[in-house]
């Protein structure tokens, strides 16, 4: 079966994912992603497992503000890729694979419409997320929906959004949302004692380590963990038995900082981005993992 995967953007831990589908199809797996999205590490990965398969498309055309540190739904951008819908066809694909309804899926859906190609697209929305969701993209989704081969989701509560949208349940699967957590374990039973305890010594880090790994943008909720955390801190009169280690990059960074600053939080680590290659070792350091995203 000649699979064609339409992802504008995808980071490390999908690549292994994308090579054990490229495996299930007999090697015929062509995975079309923008130059622009894709980081140059994950793009050189990705090329290496599927070679001229693996399609970088660059010129894309973005109508309106930024989309990725905002709340689900509070904006409009509208991207359009003039390459993408010829680049689809060239492919010749049996069945077409789309992440989510916007954005890149639209060529995918135009393509489903007028050359009858099976599309399933991937969906992670929950009826959560989706709590304050605009009439007219609802609208859409439900005319999209109608049209496609399967829906998979992430999980129940994801395929549960899903069939509200009025697909027929039959249609919608669950678990796409894979990532390589067998590699990532199997690095982090690998990390050394020795190893962890550098970590620790290098970035000063006393008493139970509580990480972050992401984006340090607005949604993630790192204003809000800080808040908890200044409180955490007062209760032990600053002598906090613990250190917050905060891994990752973003334009929320700087205000954080001054967060920090302005009631002076002691225990708090800004270790900025680590390749992928290296982040099972703040795993094995740390003891427990903390996700605050709102």
């Given amino acids: 079966m000649k699979l064609t995967y339409v992802n504008r953007r995808f980071l490390d831990y999908r690549v292994p994912v994308l090579e054990a589908l490229d495996d299930l199809c007999g090697r015929e797996l062509s995975v079309i992603y923008s130059t622009a999205a894709l980081p140059t590490r994950v793009e050189e990965k990705i090329k290496s497992v599927l070679g001229e398969r693996a399609i970088g498309l660059s010129g894309e055309i973005k109508y309106g503000g930024a989309d990725r540190e905002s709340m689900t739904n509070s904006r409009v951008t509208v991207r359009y890729q003039p390459g993408l819908y010829p680049c689809i066809l060239g492919t010749t694909p049996d069945v077409v694979v ?5 954005k890149w899926t639209a060529p995918a ?7 009858r190609i099976p599309l399933v697209v991937c969906y992670e929305r929950t009826a959560h997320t989706e709590r304050h969701v605009q009439w007219y993209r609802t609208l859409y989704r439900r005319l999209v929906v109608r049209h496609l081969d399967a829906v998979c989701c992430n999980g129940r509560l994801s395929a549960e959004y899903t069939a509200s949208l009025c697909i027929p349940e039959p249609r919608i699967f669950t678990g796409h949302m894979a990532a390589d957590t067998e590699n990532l374990a199997c690095q ?27 984006q340090m943008i607005p949604r993630k909720g790192l204003l809000e963990l800080l ?26 960074r700087p205000d954080l900082e001054k967060f920090c600053t302005a009631h002076s939080l002691k225990r708090v680590r800004w270790i900025g981005a680590v390749d992928y290659s290296d982040i099972a070792k703040w795993y094995a350091a740390a003891d427990i993992f903390i996700i605050p995203t709102l």
């Fill in 188 to 214: 982090r039973r690998g990390t050394t004692p020795g190893e962890m305890a550098h970590l620790r010594k290098r970035w000063d880090i006393e008493g139970v380590c509580i990480l972050y790994v992401g």
């Fill in 109 to 115: 859906v135009a393509a489903k419409w007028i050359h």
């Fill in 98 to 102: 789309g992440e989510g309804f916007f």
């Fill in 227 to 252: 808040t908890g955390w200044r409180r955490f801190e007062r209760q032990n009169n600053g002598a906090s038995p613990g250190t917050l280690v905060l891994v990752g990059e973003g334009s929320q």
